[in-house]
């Protein structure tokens, strides 16, 4: 697992184009929804029209992540003949990477897939660690498996359709990389002023590096891989409540970033962070989602939301907190009491 190259492109795709030649591969889908189809096939496909490749177009959105899906591309498969010499080309966010690539292992058992992440959350986070799939019922990510696709063509040209939500939702995992792990990258991130000026494939590949280097040492999720949990147990909890209660929900970075805020202080409060600089941290990170705040009225239904969390054990419920900064710590169990306070200080603060 997760030794599968990402690189980075120029806009030329000369690493996609090299790939493509020594391979051969017999026919090449390619799998879009309507924004990838509208704002990035038309970057991708003047290089690689030569090879005929047949686009296969789904509708975008987590809501469509499910087996439906992966039938529409199945049938595409058989009526185009995709066998184990054949390529899929997941050129999207991270429901594309994560259903293309499931689709793709296990159509006829597999044959290779490729990732062409164009969302920022995609290149960071879903390109590295090999999992695939799609959603059961209200189940995220219930049906699936550990694949790594053969490569990963990260091309920032991408980026510019964006939405500055998407961006940041991205962003927010990467200011988690640092502040797991590299507090030199946390720091080049938090200087980061005007986010459609970036040179993004720098700061990507450390993202990928850290992730990578986690997942590699915990392929099967035993135990350091919950590393990168941080902010994800909170986050959760606003995530899932503002799926019900909130027009606009949240997009799961801005969640994240959220939950990072309120475990700050449980890592004040269980591993002594330092409180001064948790609040720079926390205001920094207020400043970059500036994000709606909670109200009072929400305080029981977002605590049941993560006392329901699924590391919730007798021991109280599992996070992985910080030590400092570019230091985290897993298996920090938690009281109801001390998830309490620190969500109330959440929803007071100013
Ligand atoms: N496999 C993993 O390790 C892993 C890690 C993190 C997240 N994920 C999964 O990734 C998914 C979230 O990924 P996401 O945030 O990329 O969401 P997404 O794939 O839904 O993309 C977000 C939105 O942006 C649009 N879009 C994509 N690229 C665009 C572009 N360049 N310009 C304009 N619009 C564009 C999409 O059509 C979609 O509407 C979730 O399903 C999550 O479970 C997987
Ligand atoms: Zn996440």
Redesign the pocket.
């Known amino acids: 697992m997760g030794m599968h190259p990402v690189v980075y492109e120029s806009q030329s795709f000369g690493e996609l184009l090299k790939f493509l030649e020594e391979r051969r591969y017999q026919k090449i889908f390619i799998l879009v929804?309507?924004?990838?189809e509208k704002?990035?096939l038309p970057i991708l496909n003047p290089f690689i029209h030569s090879y005929e490749p047949v686009v296969i177009k789904i509708q975008?959105?987590?809501d469509h992540?499910i087996l439906k899906t992966c039938q529409v591309i199945w049938n595409q498969f058989l009526a185009y003949n995709a066998n184990r010499q054949s390529l899929l080309i997941n050129l999207?966010?991270?429901?594309?990477?994560?259903m293309g690539g499931f689709a793709a292992s296990v159509y006829k058992r597999g044959f290779h897939f490729i990732n062409v992440p164009?969302?920022l959350?995609?290149a960071v986070?879903?390109s590295?660690?090999g999992?695939?799939g799609i959603d059961y019922r209200s189940f995220?990510?219930h049906i699936g498996i550990f694949v790594d696709p053969q490569a990963v063509f990260v091309n920032p040209v991408?980026?510019e359709?964006?939405?500055i939500r998407?961006l940041k939702?991205?962003f927010a995992e990467m200011i988690k990389h640092g502040l797991i792990s590299n507090a030199d990258y946390y720091d080049q991130l938090s200087e980061i002023q005007d986010f459609f000026n970036v040179d993004w494939p720098n700061y990507i590949d450390e993202s990928v590096k850290i992730k990578s280097k986690i997942v590699d040492e915990d392929p099967n999720e035993k135990g350091i891989r919950k590393l990168l949990n941080f902010g994800h147990t909170a986050g959760h909890a606003f995530e899932s409540f503002s799926m019900e209660n909130h027009d606009i929900p949240l997009?799961?970075g801005e969640a994240v970033a959220l939950g990072m805020m309120m475990e700050l202080d449980l890592s004040a409060k269980k591993l002594g962070f330092d409180e001064t600089e948790a609040d720079k941290i926390k205001k920094y990170l207020q400043s970059v989602f500036s994000i709606r705040k909670f109200k009072q009225e929400d305080f029981e239904g977002l605590l049941n939301f993560m006392m329901q969390d699924k590391k919730n054990t007798n021991q109280g419920i599992n996070f992985t907190l910080l030590k400092e900064i570019g230091a985290g710590v897993i298996d920090q169990f938690c009281s109801k009491k001390e998830i309490a306070e620190c969500l109330q200080a959440f929803i007071d603060r100013d």
Do not use: P, R
């Open positions: 929804d309507e924004n990838t704002y990035c975008s959105g987590e992540k999207g966010g991270g429901v594309i990477g994560d164009t969302t959350l995609a986070d879903a590295v660690g999992k695939t995220k990510n991408f980026f359709s964006l939405e998407q939702s991205g997009l799961h």
